[in-house]
């Protein structure tokens, strides 16, 4: 299965977007190759797909450091709204951190220019941050405990 968390394999899926062979056609599409980007620490693709003024909240140095110490494990999508301009998309992306379950909880806009969809800013909203213990059960889903599985 692709990072997204779609039913296709990753090569039919995002792959293809990150790898420059097709185009996201909405803001929902470019949201989770982006997701599965970080995931796959694909730092040219973030940046490729940042507006100007995302950019200049997301320095690629910030991005590739963010990326390589996070261990992504579940995309959520809680709402969009594909019909507004700048189109929006609410999501919780949750990650791995120094044996913690971190949530990142945005809202994001997404703008287009000459045709490509781009990242353009995002509002962040509380998300709770959970210390795991070496038996609770691998946040990955493997159904593995934590300590045969993701713990650092």
């Known amino acids: 299965m692709c990072y997204c968390g779609s039913e296709k394999q990753y090569v039919d899926c995002c792959g293809s977007f990150i790898d420059g062979s097709e185009l996201p056609g909405d803001a929902l599409t470019l949201m989770k190759s982006r997701y599965s ?82 990242y353009d800013a995002g509002t962040l909203m509380p998300a709770p941050e959970r210390k795991l213990s070496r038996n609770d059960a691998c946040p990955c889903g493997s159904e593995k405990k934590f300590k045969k599985c993701c713990s650092s």
């Open 37 to 118: 980007a970080f995931c796959t620490q694909a730092i040219g693709y973030l940046v490729a797909t940042c507006s100007v003024t995302a950019l200049k909240n997301n320095q690629a140095e910030d991005v590739a450091e963010f990326a390589e110490a996070a261990k992504f494990t579940k995309l959520e999508i809680i709402d969009t709204d594909l019909s507004a301009y700048p189109a929006e998309v609410e999501f919780k992306a949750y990650y791995l951190f120094a044996n913690s379950l971190c949530c990142i909880h945005e809202r994001s806009t997404f703008i287009q220019q000459d045709g490509h969809w781009l």
